[in-house]
């Protein structure tokens, strides 16, 4: 009883370990999210990223992809030992990458994912107006809205930077964070509880988004992707439909593109970009309903907790009460509330 008692205690050490280690990683991902507005600011002046030349936004993306992902990947990978672990274990990454029996049909999860996704970012978006209808009334026409504004991205305005783009948001960005949250973070969490391990890092897969109003959204599609990782133990799957996602939103920043470019005056274009909308309106719908059908099926599916003898409330009081974590949370607030807390504290300290 003794050693078992002992062998409790020492796992629940090494769980609040492990969520001290995720909230640096992510208090270290929005820093290098603040250098790398910073630098972009001190290199190409107030201009947003989209904007300006080709070679600009090439540069531009660079700055990007080495800040958002590559430093804070290096210290996730420093923190978590997972370069040592991968070498080490050189059939790791080829078991991380399996392909599952019957993968045609678990893409097939790609309508119903959308869907519930799409779903629950239009919700928000109305919750959002309307929080900011009754503060605007009631605050005097103060603009709440400005303080939850997603990043300003520009639309590429040459076919290079549409190009560069498009590869970013749908080869680049998948790759890269399927294996960090659903790789790293997730196989960090999972000897904690498989529920866990989907739920934390669904949470951190929201906060890397653009905004407070895309942290609902993404994080509704981080769960579902994090259920479809656990069903198939491989990364394989769940970063394809990261893809197929994001190339959605791609295809629709790139008809933009091409609008400007063209001045807004090729017919074709317009066409297609209003097909290309009401798709993806039909999609969504669908993609809802299917979802719906889903909700059923799901509970022939329960998540094995393999850590019961620690309630899941206490495995998440443990999380959020880490002063990494709460740190992180307060730095995650603010910049997604367009610094706010910052500003006020350097308007303070003048």
């Not at 019957?102 to 790609?110: E, M």
């Not at 970013?168 to 196989?187: K, T």
């Not at 407070?212 to 509704?220: D, E, H, P, R, S």
Request: net charge positive; glycine share 6%; with cysteine.
């Amino acid at each position: 009883m003794d050693n078992a008692f002992s062998d409790q205690e020492q796992k629940i050490k090494t769980y609040k370990t492990v969520c001290a280690k995720l909230g640096l990683v992510m208090c270290a991902y929005f820093i290098c999210r603040i250098l790398a507005g910073l630098t972009i600011s001190y290199i190409f002046g107030e201009s947003s990223v989209g904007s300006g030349s080709a070679m600009q936004y090439t540069l531009q993306t660079i700055v990007m992809l080495l800040f958002v992902y590559a430093l804070p990947m290096v210290v996730t990978a420093m923190l978590f030992n997972s370069f040592n672990y991968y070498i080490r274990n050189p059939g790791t990454l080829e078991h991380l990458y399996k392909k599952p029996k019957r993968l045609a049909q678990k893409l097939g999860n790609f309508t119903a994912m959308y869907g519930m996704g799409l779903s629950v970012n239009l919700l928000t978006m109305l919750m959002f107006f309307l929080i900011s209808l009754i503060y605007n009334t009631v605050a005097g026409g103060i603009e709440l809205e400005r303080h939850f504004e997603q990043i300003a991205v520009g639309i590429p305005q040459d076919l290079l930077s549409a190009f560069i783009m498009v590869f970013v948001m749908v080869i680049v960005a998948p790759i890269v964070e399927e294996f960090w949250v659903r790789g790293i973070m997730y196989d960090a969490l999972k000897l904690y509880g498989y529920g866990m391990a989907i739920i934390i890092s669904s949470l951190l897969f929201g906060l890397m988004h653009s905004s407070l109003q895309m942290l609902f959204y993404t994080t509704a599609l981080g769960l579902a992707l994090g259920y479809v990782r656990y069903a198939t133990d491989s990364l394989l799957v769940v970063t394809i439909l990261h893809m197929l996602i994001n190339a959605i939103a791609a295809g629709m920043i790139f008809l933009l593109s091409l609008t400007n470019i063209t001045g807004g005056e090729h017919g074709l274009i317009n066409t297609l970009s209003n097909i290309y909308i009401f798709a993806v309106l039909v999609l969504v719908v669908i993609g809802f309903i299917a979802f719906i059908k889903k909700i059923p099926k799901l509970k022939r599916y329960r998540i094995t907790n393999n850590w019961d003898d620690v309630s899941t409330k206490k495995k998440l009081a443990l999380f959020f009460v880490s002063i990494p974590v709460i740190i992180m949370l307060v730095i995650a607030f603010d910049t997604h509330a367009n610094h706010l807390l910052l500003v006020k504290f350097l308007n303070t300290v003048r």
